[in-house]
């Protein structure tokens, strides 16, 4: 199960396709493209498990291995977690 | 540009992903990054990112084609140190011999609250899997950091910036890694423990 970092509000602007992300724990700023934009804003819903969270981003089977990579590098950023 | 706005209207709708055919989406590497592109660190080695085993092998975590910027960490966990303590760098000493006294936790990292923060060595420290002793493992993830600043494994931040936050934590209970954040004991050993591979 993924859920975002207690604290994160996400907050965010988009210019074609690219996303300036404030990150509230570290102060820093990140620049995302589309998939780690929707993959966080799909977990500020709620957790969810990775599963679910590949079906609801509609990953193909021959993404997964890009996908699991994104939630590494998200999770390195202190902006997700696994619990 | 005020950073904090929410600008809801420009960002992808959580319900359907932008429709763009033929672009190959979750791609950390390629002519077009749909990940993790870059990030701006607000504070020197607040914002590192370690290079997993599986980033290594789909390339650089901050590599795009709009930086050519790459930050590399190969710091190594608590248990990594503890056994290892023959990789230990020099000046650093896992055990008391005929030839040196084991390194005191308190000598690097000093007025600690527990007994073992005041009088165990880093390897007590690593070994410990006391919560009372060491909340959160934050002693475990600092020894662990202090080995791989020392040692040359990682150098985004300084056993300066370590001794600071540390400091900090136990004069006013929390770090300051930016102006209005604040990071507690456990947001630190979270931090530290993203360093390490």
Known sequence: MWRLVSGQCLAHRGWDGEYVVYNDLSGDTHLFGDDAMQLLLQLRAGPTDEEALAHALEVALDEREGFAVMLVELRALSLIERV | MDIQDQDQDQAAGVGGMPSKPGRRRFASAGAKASGV??????????????????????????????????????????????????????????????????????????????????????????????????????????VAAYLNVKSNKISFFTVAVLKTIWHDLYTYGYYAPAAGVKWFAKDVANYLSSTEN
Not at chain 2, 54 to 60: A, D, H, I, T, V
Not at chain 2, 97 to 116: E, R, S
Request: aromatic share 8%; glycine share 8%; hydrophobic share 30%.
């Open chain 2, 37 to 142: 592109i870059l990030t701006l660190a607000s504070t020197p080695g607040m914002a590192c990112v370690c290079k997993t085993p599986s980033g290594s092998l789909s390339g650089n975590l901050q590599t795009s084609s709009h930086s050519t910027q790459t930050v590399v960490c190969n710091g190594m966990s608590p248990g990594y140190w503890k056994n290892w303590p023959d990789q230990w760098p020099s000046g650093c000493y896992p055990t008391t011999t005929a030839y040196q006294t084991a390194t005191k936790f308190a000598t690097i990292f000093p007025n600690g609250a527990t007994t073992l923060y005041q009088t165990g060595t880093l390897m007590d420290v690593l070994i410990s899997n006391d919560p009372a002793q060491d909340p959160h493992n934050l002693g475990a993830h600092l």
